[in-house]
């Protein structure tokens, strides 16, 4: 069975079973492994993707059901938000072990991709479904207001 | 077990908290290496070979001016990487940005951790303290050699040459040479016995805001964990483990399993059966596919609570003292106002975000080994032993651990044996093969946080001061039935009572005693271990009896203090930023405070909470100070602090592990809850100056947010915590 969607831009067919998580399918069939495995239940949010835009949990996403689609991952961040949301991580210093951290960038950016100033509020309802247990928490708040900052500068 | 890499008398945890101890072991372990580096330094001039400057096993310089530095201990987020090229960069005066940092093999004789004796491995945050001057002393001589080097060739003076960047400069004859032009000569030198090592005030690295060495990979997904390791025709595995502790295999069906797509073979193993497939998916089908039988005669069967009821029982029943200052017994006896208190903690699972997973590729007379592996030289000795080879035959690649907090450092290496005796099962023919844990894997897997029931009474006299201290501690030994039992020193496992039996506070009459209880529940040691639980109970305690003595939790403490300038100054330093003494707080708020020494850092934290009318707690605001000795990397310890702190709080608000007939009743993030964004408070981490020794900051953060947390809701609401989790307590 082969699954054909658009994979960081790319048209992309892979050979693999059809209900076989898009976490491991990018991992191991397309061979990007900066999505990474947490919890395999999306409740943890290590594995986020986006999927047309959106931040997803990838662990409980079907490969199927992300046929004729856009999915970025980590690999594939291009934008914008993307590259302030990354600036920002490197400037305060987040990352502790940074396992969970790519999921933390996909979240983040996806939040600022529609909401371009997001509050206190807005961070822990967009970010509260990523766990660090470095609990590198503040300084994630910090980086997403210092990349929004950055965007508007 | 890995007996015969333990030096009897050095590995113990209680000689790495003393520095004296520490400073011979090290005076003594340099000696050896820089013998080894000359040898090396040597063989390295050989003429084919100038385009590599290696003095010493812990750094490399090329031609290409690239400056790597050799790292013993794994990074798992503390830090280390970086603060080991910052002290080896900082001698060398190498140029930052050219500083690489590569994982060291395993290798007892060279990279021990000086702390341990001999043993290679990182744990109770002593990554700095003990590399600290073996690592200044390796930077500073490979910068006297390429000094020499320079003189040599310009006919000058050595102490005319002056170093900056990984450049020396020779300014009267405006000469320079960058440190890859020198590498052939300098390989040449014999390594110098002694050299003189920076004074602290010219330091341009150390105590100034360098920044770590794996953010950028860690930012854009290229930085290589364990997961990440993808070899060719690489099987993963998953280990179908009992649902109790001490459950054997009693048979299995794997018919179901075979018919999985990309399952390739179903293997039995001491701990359980294993799927391999040609991917995780597959093998995880497999997996739950797989029918199993257990045989559960040798299993745990009983429940936590049942457990928690034999605890307080044993309480009340003779221990062994752990420490005996006085008459407490008297003190108590004849005291004019009694405070007693009883304290239950739980079983905590560590939690690692990365499930643990481990890459072996065994034949008949090799076995390479990735993994984010914390304890390198006991993890070469049993995958050995599993395998049948000698440990020299055993290579470890340590890559990058997606957090640890204690869990991939374990004495009987659970998850590296458990993946080796995959490999020998499957017929040690070299097919890599990687052992993947999932969540519940790891939620469900053992070597826990112990529960433990503490039990505190204390007497004050007429004058209401603190004159008996009685604290009786009851759950199970971390170092038992391992190779660190040797440890245990007239029945008393110091992990047990560290941070209790060596309470600071000025008390006449002290007795600190340990009821040492057996499970079939593993345990391990979990971040600041001992400290963990004793913290919380010594500094829950002492503020009843700060309240009982109609005292403010800050001046009471400060006042028994006065012999502890390092603790007491912390304290003051955290009650000062916190702003302590600005009066009380609206209602339904409270402020806390509660201070520790663990791993010889001293910590002091005010915790600010809001509770509201059905009782759930919010933690706003945390204020830390910390004295480290002299801060390596000031950033790395605040985020250490906070980390910490985050860590500490989502165990003692939320975490617990239970038993139900000796199954676990939580299996992932939805049952074991941890902290998460939206519960992060505001922290606010002050480092005290210091000129001495640096300590570790790794776990000593952890150890005051819970107590200080609970003398919050005290101040808020006038009910004090007794029971962790504290959700328990407030729904």
Redesign the interface.
């Known amino acids: 069975m082969s699954t054909s969607f658009v994979l960081n831009g790319k048209p992309t067919t892979l050979d693999?079973?059809p209900n076989?998580?898009l976490l491991?399918a990018v991992?191991?069939?397309a061979?990007l492994?900066?999505?990474?495995?947490?919890?395999?239940?999306a409740?943890?949010g290590?594995c986020t993707v986006h999927l047309e835009g959106q931040a997803i949990r990838s662990c409980v996403m079907p490969l199927a059901a992300v046929a004729g689609r856009r999915v970025t991952?980590?690999?594939g961040?291009q934008s914008e938000a993307a590259k302030a949301v990354?600036a920002a991580?490197?400037e305060l210093?987040?990352?502790?072990?940074?396992?969970?951290?790519?999921g933390q960038?996909m979240s983040a950016t996806a939040l600022l991709e529609k909401n371009a100033s997001p509050t206190d509020a807005d961070?822990?309802g967009a970010?509260?479904?990523?766990?660090?247990?470095?609990?590198?928490?503040?300084?994630?708040?910090a980086a997403i207001h210092a990349a929004a900052q950055s965007i508007k500068a | 077990m890995a007996t015969e890499t333990v030096a009897p008398g050095q590995a113990t945890r209680r000689a790495f908290l003393k520095g004296a101890g520490t400073v011979t072991a090290m005076a003594l372990t340099i000696g050896f290496e820089w013998a080894g580096a000359t040898r090396r330094a040597a063989a390295i001039a050989a003429p084919s070979a100038g385009a590599l400057f290696t003095p010493n096993a812990f750094l490399r310089i090329g031609a290409d001016n690239s400056v790597t530095v050799i790292a013993k201990h794994v990074?798992?987020?503390?830090?280390a990487y970086t603060g080991i090229a910052t002290v080896v960069a900082e001698e060398l005066d190498a140029d930052w940005s050219r500083v690489r940092v590569e994982s060291a093999p395993a290798d007892a004789k060279r990279y021990a951790n000086l702390a341990f004796g001999t043993i290679q491995g990182t744990g109770g945050s002593s990554a700095m303290a003990n590399s600290w001057m073996q690592l200044r002393e390796a930077g500073g001589k490979a910068r006297a050699m390429l000094l020499t080097a320079a003189a040599t060739e310009w006919h000058v003076p050595v102490e005319e040459l002056t170093v900056e960047k990984s450049i020396v400069y020779h300014s009267g004859s405006k000469r320079q040479a960058r440190f890859g032009s020198l590498v052939g000569r300098a390989a040449a030198l014999a390594v110098p016995e002694t050299v003189k090592l920076k004074d602290a005030k010219d330091f341009k690295l150390i105590g100034h805001q360098v920044?770590?060495v794996?953010?950028?990979?860690?930012?854009?997904?290229?930085?290589?964990?364990t997961?990440?390791v993808?070899l060719p025709g690489m099987l993963v595995a998953l280990l179908k483990r009992p649902p109790q502790f001490g459950a054997t295999v009693k048979s299995f069906d794997a018919t179901a399993a075979h018919a999985i797509?990309?399952v390739v073979k179903v293997v039995q193993v001491p701990r359980g059966v294993a799927v391999l497939a040609k991917?995780?998916?597959?093998a995880k089908q497999g997996r739950d596919a797989l029918a199993v039988e257990w045989d559960d005669t040798n299993a745990e069967k009983r429940s936590s609570a049942a457990l928690m009821d034999e605890y307080r029982r044993l309480a009340d029943q003779p221990a062994l003292s752990a420490r005996t200052e006085g008459d407490s017994a008297q003190a108590i006896r004849n005291a004019a106002h009694k405070v007693s208190a009883s304290y239950e903690f739980p079983y905590l699972a560590h939690?690692?975000?990365?499930?643990l997973d481990a890459v072996v590729k065994l034949t008949a007379n090799r076995c390479e080994i990735w993994a984010g592996d914390q304890f390198q030289t006991v993890d070469q000795a049993n995958a050995a032993e599993t395998a049948g080879l000698d440990p020299q035959q055993v290579s470890i690649h340590t890559l990058?651990?997606?957090?640890?907090?204690g869990r991939r450092a374990n004495p009987g290496s659970d998850y590296i044996v458990e993946a080796v005796s995959i490999a020998k099962a499957y017929g040690a023919d070299g097919t890599p093969i990687k052992l993947?844990w999932?969540?519940?894997d790891d939620i469900l897997g053992g070597l826990y946080r112990p529960m433990y029931f503490h039990k505190l009474e204390a007497g004050l006299n007429d004058k209401r001061e603190l004159t008996g201290w009685r604290h009786v501690i009851v759950g199970q030994s971390i170092m038992a039935d391992s190779f660190l039992a040797g440890m245990i020193k007239d029945g008393i496992d110091p992990s047990s009572v560290e941070g209790a039996a060596s309470i600071a506070y000025a008390i006449p009459n002290i007795t600190v005693e340990l009821s040492t209880t057996r499970t079939g529940v593993p345990v391990l040691w979990w971040r600041v271990v001992g400290s963990s639980h004793t913290i919380f109970a010594v500094e829950a305690f002492i503020d009843e009896v700060a309240h009982a003595a109609g005292e403010d939790g800050f001046t009471f403490r400060r006042k028994l203090l006065e012999h502890e300038p390092r603790m007491k100054a912390v304290l003051e330093l955290a009650a000062e930023k916190a702003g302590w003494s600005s009066g009380p707080m609206p209602k339904g708020k409270g402020r806390g405070i509660a201070v520790a020494e663990a791993f010889e850092t001293y910590v002091a934290q005010v915790a600010e909470v809001s509770v509201d009318e059905a009782g759930h707690v919010k933690v706003d605001r945390v204020v830390c100070a910390v004295d480290c000795g002299t801060p390596i990397n000031p950033?790395i310890i605040a985020?250490q602090m906070?980390?910490?702190?985050?860590?500490g709080?989502?165990a003692v608000l939320y975490g617990t592990i239970t038993l139900k007939d000796g199954r676990i009743e939580q299996d992932?993030?939805?049952s074991y809850r941890?902290?998460?964004?939206?519960e992060?408070p505001?922290?606010e981490v002050h480092i005290v100056p210091s000129t001495q020794a640096p300590t570790g900051v790794g776990e000593p953060g952890v150890a005051p947010v819970g107590p200080a947390v609970a003398n919050a809701i005290f101040a808020a609401t006038g009910k004090r915590i007794q029971v962790l989790p504290i959700e328990v307590n407030t729904g």
């Open positions: 693999a079973d076989m998580p491991w991992r191991e069939v061979g492994p900066g999505t990474k495995f947490g919890c395999g239940m409740l943890c290590a991952t980590i690999e961040l990354q991580w490197i210093q987040v990352p502790q072990c940074g396992y969970c951290q790519s960038v961070i822990d970010m509260s479904g990523n766990i660090c247990r470095c609990a590198t928490y503040s300084r994630i708040r | 990074e798992m987020g503390q830090g920044p770590r794996d953010v950028a990979a860690k930012v854009d997904g290229s930085a290589q964990f997961l990440d993808m797509p990309g991917s995780f998916w597959a939690a690692p975000m990365e499930p990058y651990a997606g957090g640890s907090f993947q999932t969540r519940e950033d985020a906070e980390g910490g702190i985050g860590f709080l989502g992932n993030f939805d941890v902290l998460r964004m939206n992060m505001k922290v």
